[in-house]
Nanobody
Framework: QVQLVESGGGLVQAGGSLRLSCAASGSTSSINTIGWYRQAPGKQRELVATVESGGRTNYANSVKGRFTISRGNAKNTVYLQMNSLRPEETAVYYC?????????WGQGTQVTVSS
């Protein structure tokens, strides 16, 4: 079992920055990949950024150069630094952890970017 708790969402103006945090607990040593997804109203959930246990990162093309995913020293926390935010990036941002046998999701944190 893995529990994921996101924080750091909020309201920001276009061009601004936010940093999201995801705190993982439970069987964290079994996590292969952890990352962020988002879902805007009326749209499908989409990948934002992930980081593998070995450190390799993957980003959606739309966020490359603006967002940075990183893990804390204890590797139980993953961060998403979001810069130059755009109104169309308003969404609920979810943390997801992939283990060998299943994946886990957090409850999500709302990010609203005003124009």
């Amino acid at each position: 079992q893995v529990q994921l708790v996101e924080s750091g969402g909020g309201l920001v103006q276009a061009g601004g920055s936010l940093r999201l945090s995801c705190a993982a607990s439970g069987s964290t040593s079994s996590i292969n990949t952890i990352g962020w997804y988002r879902q805007a109203p009326g749209k499908q959930r989409e990948l934002v950024a992930t980081v593998e246990s070995g450190g390799r990162t993957n980003y959606a093309n739309s966020v490359k150069g603006r967002f940075t995913i990183s893990r804390g020293n204890a590797k139980n926390t993953v961060y998403l630094q979001m810069n130059s935010l755009r109104p169309e990036e308003t969404a609920v941002y979810y943390c997801r952890a992939d283990l060998l046998w299943r994946d886990y999701w957090g409850q999500g944190t709302q990010v609203t970017v005003s124009s």
